[in-house]
């Protein structure tokens, strides 16, 4: 798993559920710029992953089960299986 696998994950878990990453967020209960883009990388370039605690919130929130996240991972982000 990478960076960009986890981010990318995040970003078409939101998208299908027909919410931005803000939304998103704000669903969860955390602050609408939690998944923003910009909070990706630090100020000195370093990557900044998402907390399982985070994730914990964005599963519960959706009603959702960690494979409909993960499986944008699995997949390089299509989600489709291929």
Known sequence: MTHNQIWNAID???????????GLA??????????????????????????MSSIAKVLNATNARPNDLFKFVQNDGRGDGK
Do not use: I, Y
């Not at 078409?12 to 803000?22: K, N, T």
């Not at 669903?27 to 370039?45: A, E, I, Y």
């Open 12 to 22: 078409m878990f939101a998208h299908e559920r027909g919410l931005s990453c803000s």
């Open 26 to 51: 704000r669903k969860c209960g955390l602050d609408p710029t939690t998944f923003n883009k910009s909070k990706r990388l630090s100020v000195f370039g370093q990557e900044r992953w998402s907390t």
